[in-house]
């Protein structure tokens, strides 16, 4: 039985989770925009699914702590595995979005030098995915839910991506500006790698 401390911890990482990738996915989409990065902007697009994955969490994890009944006489547990199934299957879906963008901006010659400021944006994005990793895996483990730690391995990899959207736009500032497009496009492989690992 999980300690008390780690089962209210466990109730709050969602709501943390929700609150840091809406606050994330606001300032990539805008500093992308702004800073005309594509790869920031895809960056973005990827956080946004995670407040909605985020959502299926604190729904799926509210109704599998239901009691038994007489329909469901094991109780609601299986929800967090649909839960799960559903955030990875929008994911493949935005993956291939998101790699096909890139791909028609590369092929259309549709991309420009991006602003410095989107490096710090990623630098930004970086370390807050990296404490909703370490905050929905100790909570997840702790209290045995797949969901918590499904939505931890999302925000790691959310944190890798975002380090390969740092290097995408260092490129694209100081070698060519196609890197960025190439960023987004790496953005999208790496969530659909991480769908098919998991």
Known sequence: ???????????RAPWYCLLGNTSLSALQLLVGFIG?????????????????GTVVVIVSRGVSAKPADQEHTYGHGKVEFIGSA?????LLFLSAA????????????HYRRPEVITILASCVAVLINGFMY???MCSGIRVNS??????AFENRADAMSSAAVIVGISASIFIHP???????M??????FINCMIR
């Open 36 to 52: 005309g990065s594509t790869a920031l902007i895809a960056e973005g697009i990827h956080t946004f699914t995670d407040v909605i």
């Open 86 to 90: 559903f955030a990875y299957i929008a």
């Open 146 to 151: 797949p969901v918590l730690v499904a939505n």
């Open 134 to 136: 370490k905050l929905g």
């Open 1 to 11: 039985m999980p300690e008390p401390r780690c089962i209210n911890c466990a109730r």
């Open 186 to 191: 790496v953005v999208g492989v790496h969530i």
């Open 178 to 184: 196609v890197c960025d497009p190439i960023a987004a």
């Open 98 to 109: 998101i790699f096909s963008g890139g791909l028609i901006m590369i092929l259309t010659h």
